[in-house]
């Protein structure tokens, strides 16, 4: 029966807000969907429009998946996008001329995938090759999409559970942007480390030495706060959030971090602040919790970083205090 006009949907209940997801649970789903992402985002990397700080080739949540910003040239064509669907399982590829090609995510390998999305990027008229046909930082980093045959883990459910995760995830931190009227970049999935993001960004221009690779230099080429998630790995064996500061600030570890189970973990030269994802999903407040880790980490770094907070602020995505709402303001 078709849903009538004016239904309502199922209520969410706290349990429903964080829903669960071990690593271990969908670890060989997440290894083959993983690959899948980076073939897709080395397509965007070579067919975008590039962007400050790699904003071209990431993926954008949509209500049943991922997509790619629009790719192609006004010049030379055809635009398209790339979507992954994780309701229909499909690799969705469409162009601005009306057609469309669709990949199943299922009974593939990441050669098969890999070979049936390059067929289907030139059935939309659009001619692709890209510089590097091989898993960025992964284990297998050597060996081309098109020979692996080894990871070929696609379960719907599960693939579904996850994206449910990262579409509640998105939803929180859009949120966390709303109060912050500074620079900041889309909430956006990195297909490279899997994590999902978003950056707030200062005018401070960071001087780098010439060993730093480019990937990194534009990246990092402004002070910038980062919030987001990741699902685990082998170094994280657990869904977790996170924040950093990069540069770090001297002194971040000795900030205190909301609630008492977040903690600052050493990473590379500096620290993150981590919150494993279980703290909040089976807290009272899922929501809040979250919110709250991320707001003491901004805060932490911002304020050692000399950022001024309380212009930065954008109450509920307002950025005239007059129409804002009594609120407490920036503490000292």
């Known amino acids: 029966m078709a849903e009538t006009a004016g239904a309502t949907a199922p209520r969410t209940t706290t349990g429903d807000i964080l829903p669960a997801l071990p690593l271990e649970s969908w670890r060989p789903t997440k290894e083959t969907l ?107 980093h050597g060996r081309p999409f098109d020979e692996d045959e080894q990871h070929h883990h696609y379960d719907p459910v599960l693939a579904q559970r996850a994206f449910r995760v990262q579409s509640q995830v998105g939803r929180i931190l859009e949120q966390f942007s709303a ?90 030269s500096g620290h993150n602040a981590y919150l494993a994802y279980d703290v909040p999903r089976t807290s009272a407040d899922p929501v809040g919790t979250v919110l709250d880790f991320f707001e003491s980490a901004y805060r932490a770094g911002a304020t050692l970083a000399g950022w001024d907070g309380p212009a930065l602020a954008c109450q509920g995505g307002i950025t005239d205090p007059v129409l804002w709402t009594p609120h407490v303001g920036w503490p000292e």
Not at 42 to 55: E, P, S, Y
Not at 227 to 242: R, S, V
Request: aromatic share 12%; with cysteine; net charge negative.
């Open 179 to 268: 109060s912050y009227s500074g620079k900041i970049s889309p909430v956006q999935l990195f297909w490279h480390t899997f994590d999902l993001s978003v950056q707030r960004f200062s005018n401070r221009k960071i001087d780098m030495t010439d060993a730093v690779d480019p990937v990194t230099r534009e990246a990092y080429s402004r002070e910038d706060i980062s919030a987001g998630f990741w699902f685990g790995d082998d170094k994280i064996p657990e869904p977790t959030f996170y924040a950093y500061t990069a540069p770090e600030p001297a002194g971040l570890t000795a900030r205190p971090l909301r609630p008492d189970a977040a903690r600052w973990v050493p990473s590379g």
């Open 34 to 140: 993983h690959r899948y992402a980076q073939i897709i985002g080395k397509v965007a990397l070579a067919k975008g429009i590039r962007r400050n700080h790699w904003w071209h080739m990431t993926y954008r949540l949509t209500a049943r998946g991922w997509t790619t910003v629009p790719l192609g040239s006004a010049a030379d064509g055809p635009v398209f996008t790339c979507e992954f669907d994780f309701f229909d399982h499909v690799l969705r590829l469409s162009n601005d001329h009306g057609t469309q090609e669709e990949i199943p995510l299922g009974g593939q390998s990441v050669a098969s995938f890999y070979l049936e999305t390059m067929n289907g990027l030139r059935n939309l008229g659009v001619d692709v090759t890209l510089a590097h046909p091989t898993p960025f930082d992964l284990p297998d």
